[in-house]
C-alpha cells in the first residue's frame, strides 16, 4: 500500500511538471450535482500532486443544491457542517484546449477519513460498473449531445427572462448544410477541441430548433462516457464564448419548441462478442441483452427523475416530437422511449439501444448509474421485452394505445420522483443517503416552480446547463 502510495505522488508529481511545461497554469476539479450543474474547485498546477494525495476540500451540502443555487435538505444531508475532500482522477487530467492555461480533470469524493462518500455519483457509477463486470458484463456507453447557440449580448441584456431576445447566429433549415456553411469556423473549432482533448466524434451536424446543433461521441466505459459529455459541455461553452456565442444545453430553451436531449447509448458484451449479435435470437439480442433492456423498460418511469430532474425537462417531453414520451420500444423507432439500433449486418458492433428520454439536465454519472441497476435487475428477475411498437404512439387512439400496452410516462417532475422514491431496485442500487439527496433536490425543484408558467420555466432554466 505504502509504495502503491509513493507510486502515486511520484505520478502526480511528473503530471504537474508536464502541465506546468505546457503553460497550464490551474487545473479545474469537477463533479455534477444532482441538479446536474457541473461544480468546480480550481488548484494551480504545482499543487496537483498535493490535491492527489491530500485532497481538496469541500462541503457536502452541494449534494442538496438546486438548479438556481438554493439549498435544501434530507435526512442525512443540508447545513453548514461536514467536509469532505476531492480527488481528482489523474488519469482522466486534459489540457483545454480551448481555455490557455487551463487543464480539467473529475473528482471523486471522499470523507476525511478516507471513506467513499456514499452521495458520490461518480463512484455509483463506477460500482455499477463493477457489479455488471462480476456478472459477466461489460457496458460501452455514449452520449448524443444538444444545445443551442445564440449570439451573446455585447452589454447588460435588454431583457431577461420571458421576454430576453434571442439572437441566433444562423438562419438556414434544420439539419441543413447552410447553418454548417453560416457557423463553419465554429464548428470546425468544436470538432478540433474535442479531438485534441482525445474526444473521439462520430458525428457532428445542425439539429431541428433554431440555432441548435448536435455531438456524438464514441462509446466506452460508463465512467468514462461520463466524464467525456462534462469535457464536451464545457469545452462547447468555451469554444461558443471564444466566437462571441452562448451555448444553451436546457431542457426547453424556448417553451413551446423541440428542446435539448442528450440520449443515452448503450451496447452490452460478454467475453468480447456483443450480444446483439446473437443469431436466431429475437431481434438479434442474447437473453441477457433482451433481459436488460427489458429492466431499462420497466423502469423507465422512475429513470425519468434521474435522466429528466428539471421541471424544464417535461416540456421537452411532448408526443410526436422525438423524444420518447410512451412507455415502449421499437426497432429504429424514434419516436420510442428505448430504440434499438441494428447497424450494419456486417458489423459486430452496430447493435446497440438508446434511451431517447434523457436531457443535459442530468447528472451523467447518476444516469449510466440507474440505467446499468435497472438493467441489471431486469437479468436478476429474468424481465421478458414485450413486442416492439412500430410508428408515433402519439397518434393512436386511448383505446389503441391501450390495447397495445403502451402508457404515457410521467408527464411532471413530480410524478417521476413519486415514481423514484418507490423503486426498490434503485433505492437499492443508490443507497438511502444518495437517494434522498436526490428525492430532496427533485421536490425543491418541483416546489420553486410550482406556480411558474412554462415561459417563465424555459426562461429561468435556459442559462443553467
Same mark, same amino acid.
Request: aromatic share 6%; charged share 20%; proline share 7%.
Given at each position: 500500500?505504502?509504495?502503491?502510495?509513493?507510486?502515486?505522488?511520484?505520478?502526480?508529481?511528473?503530471?504537474?511538471?508536464?502541465?506546468s511545461?505546457?503553460?497550464?497554469?490551474?487545473?479545474?476539479?469537477?463533479?455534477?450535482?444532482?441538479?446536474?450543474?457541473?461544480?468546480?474547485?480550481?488548484?494551480?498546477?504545482?499543487?496537483?500532486?498535493? /490535491? /492527489?494525495?491530500?485532497?481538496?476540500?469541500?462541503?457536502?451540502?452541494?449534494?442538496?443544491?438546486?438548479?438556481?443555487?438554493?439549498?435544501?435538505?434530507?435526512?442525512?444531508?443540508?447545513g453548514?457542517?461536514?467536509?469532505?475532500?476531492?480527488?481528482?482522477?489523474?488519469?482522466?487530467?486534459?489540457? %483545454?484546449?480551448?481555455?490557455?492555461?487551463?487543464?480539467?480533470?473529475?473528482?471523486?469524493?471522499?470523507?476525511? +477519513?478516507?471513506?467513499?462518500?456514499?452521495?458520490?455519483? !461518480?463512484?455509483?457509477?463506477r !460500482?455499477?460498473?463493477?457489479?455488471?463486470?462480476?456478472?459477466?458484463?461489460e457496458?460501452?456507453?455514449?452520449?448524443?449531445?444538444?444545445?443551442?447557440? &445564440?449570439?451573446?449580448?455585447?452589454?447588460?441584456?435588454?431583457? &431577461?427572462? /420571458?421576454?430576453?431576445?434571442?439572437?441566433?447566429?444562423?438562419?438556414?433549415?434544420?439539419?441543413?448544410?447552410t !447553418? *454548417?456553411?453560416e457557423?463553419s469556423?465554429?464548428?470546425?473549432?468544436?470538432?478540433?477541441? %474535442?479531438?485534441?482533448?482525445?474526444?473521439?466524434?462520430?458525428? +457532428?451536424?445542425?439539429?431541428?430548433?433554431?440555432?441548435?446543433?448536435?455531438?456524438?461521441?464514441?462509446?466506452?466505459?460508463?465512467v468514462?462516457?461520463?466524464?467525456?459529455?462534462?469535457?464536451?459541455r464545457?469545452?462547447?461553452?468555451?469554444?461558443?464564448?471564444?466566437?462571441?456565442?452562448?451555448?444553451?444545453?436546457?431542457?426547453?430553451?424556448?417553451?413551446?419548441?423541440?428542446?435539448?436531449?442528450?440520449?443515452?447509448?448503450?451496447?452490452?458484451?460478454?467475453?468480447?462478442?456483443? %450480444?446483439?449479435?446473437?443469431?436466431? @435470437?429475437?431481434?438479434?439480442?442474447?437473453?441477457?441483452?433482451?433481459?436488460?433492456?427489458?429492466?431499462?423498460?420497466?423502469?423507465?418511469?422512475?429513470?425519468?427523475?434521474?435522466?429528466?430532474?428539471s421541471?424544464?425537462?417535461?416540456?421537452?417531453?411532448?408526443?410526436?416530437?422525438?423524444?420518447?414520451?410512451?412507455?415502449?420500444?421499437?426497432?429504429?423507432?424514434?419516436e @420510442?422511449? +428505448?430504440?434499438?439500433?441494428?447497424?450494419?449486418?456486417?458489423?459486430?458492433?452496430?447493435?446497440?439501444?438508446?434511451?431517447?428520454?434523457?436531457?443535459?439536465?442530468?447528472?451523467?454519472?447518476?444516469?449510466?448509474?440507474?440505467?446499468?441497476?435497472?438493467?441489471?435487475?431486469?437479468?436478476?428477475?429474468?424481465?421478458?421485452?414485450?413486442?416492439?411498437?412500430?410508428?408515433?404512439? #402519439?397518434?393512436?387512439?386511448?383505446?389503441?394505445? =391501450?390495447?397495445?400496452?403502451? *402508457?404515457?410516462?410521467?408527464?411532471?417532475?413530480?410524478?417521476?420522483?413519486?415514481?423514484?422514491?418507490?423503486?426498490?431496485?434503485?433505492?437499492?442500487?443508490? #443507497?438511502? *443517503?444518495?437517494?434522498? =439527496?436526490?428525492?430532496?433536490?427533485?421536490?425543491?425543484?418541483?416546489?420553486?416552480? /410550482?406556480?411558474?408558467?412554462?415561459d417563465?420555466?424555459?426562461?429561468?432554466?435556459?442559462?443553467?446547463?
Amino acid at each position: 500500500m505504502g509504495s502503491r502510495a509513493a507510486e502515486q505522488r511520484q505520478e502526480a508529481r511528473q503530471l504537474a511538471a508536464r502541465l506546468s511545461a505546457e503553460g497550464v497554469r490551474n487545473v479545474a476539479l469537477t463533479w455534477v450535482d444532482n441538479a446536474g450543474i457541473a461544480r468546480v474547485k480550481t488548484v494551480p498546477a504545482e499543487r496537483l500532486a498535493a /490535491a /492527489a494525495e491530500r485532497g481538496v476540500g469541500m462541503s457536502p451540502v452541494f449534494d442538496v443544491f438546486t438548479s438556481d443555487d438554493a439549498i435544501t435538505a434530507s435526512d442525512h444531508l443540508g447545513g453548514p457542517d461536514g467536509d469532505l475532500r476531492l480527488f481528482p482522477d489523474l488519469e482522466r487530467v486534459t489540457t %483545454l484546449a480551448a481555455q490557455p492555461g487551463w487543464a480539467w480533470a473529475p473528482a471523486d469524493r471522499y470523507d476525511q +477519513l478516507g471513506l467513499p462518500h456514499p452521495a458520490c455519483q !461518480r463512484q455509483f457509477a463506477r !460500482r455499477m460498473t463493477e457489479r455488471a463486470a462480476a456478472a459477466g458484463l461489460e457496458l460501452r456507453m455514449g452520449f448524443e449531445t444538444e444545445w443551442v447557440v &445564440t449570439r451573446a449580448p455585447a452589454g447588460p441584456a435588454a431583457a &431577461t427572462g /420571458a421576454d430576453e431576445p434571442l439572437d441566433y447566429p444562423c438562419t438556414g433549415p434544420a439539419y441543413g448544410m447552410t !447553418r *454548417v456553411v453560416e457557423l463553419s469556423d465554429y464548428l470546425r473549432d468544436v470538432a478540433e477541441a %474535442l479531438s485534441v482533448q482525445g474526444i473521439d466524434v462520430l458525428q +457532428l451536424h445542425p439539429e431541428y430548433a433554431p440555432g441548435q446543433f448536435e455531438v456524438t461521441t464514441a462509446p466506452g466505459d460508463p465512467v468514462r462516457a461520463a466524464d467525456d459529455v462534462v469535457l464536451v459541455r464545457e469545452t462547447i461553452r468555451a469554444i461558443s464564448l471564444r466566437h462571441g456565442l452562448r451555448a444553451s444545453f436546457a431542457p426547453s430553451v424556448v417553451a413551446g419548441q423541440v428542446g435539448n436531449g442528450c440520449h443515452l447509448h448503450l451496447s452490452l458484451y460478454r467475453d468480447g462478442t456483443s %450480444l446483439h449479435r446473437t443469431t436466431d @435470437a429475437p431481434w438479434g439480442l442474447a437473453p441477457d441483452a433482451s433481459a436488460f433492456l427489458g429492466g431499462i423498460l420497466g423502469a423507465l418511469p422512475a429513470l425519468l427523475a434521474i435522466g429528466c430532474p428539471s421541471p424544464a425537462s417535461y416540456l421537452r417531453l411532448q408526443p410526436s416530437h422525438w423524444a420518447g414520451v410512451y412507455q415502449c420500444w421499437g426497432v429504429e423507432n424514434r419516436e @420510442a422511449a +428505448l430504440r434499438l439500433i441494428t447497424g450494419a449486418p456486417d458489423d459486430p458492433d452496430g447493435g446497440h439501444a438508446e434511451v431517447k428520454t434523457f436531457d443535459a439536465a442530468a447528472n451523467p454519472y447518476l444516469a449510466v448509474g440507474a440505467v446499468i441497476a435497472a438493467g441489471l435487475h431486469g437479468i436478476e428477475s429474468a424481465t421478458r421485452l414485450p413486442e416492439p411498437q412500430t410508428g408515433d404512439p #402519439g397518434v393512436l387512439g386511448v383505446r389503441e394505445r =391501450a390495447r397495445r400496452g403502451i *402508457v404515457r410516462l410521467p408527464a411532471t417532475l413530480t410524478e417521476a420522483a413519486d415514481r423514484l422514491e418507490k423503486s426498490a431496485p434503485l433505492y437499492e442500487a443508490m #443507497g438511502e *443517503v444518495l437517494h434522498g =439527496a436526490v428525492l430532496a433536490v427533485r421536490r425543491a425543484e418541483e416546489a420553486h416552480f /410550482a406556480e411558474s408558467d412554462d415561459d417563465a420555466i424555459a426562461a429561468a432554466t435556459r442559462w443553467r446547463w
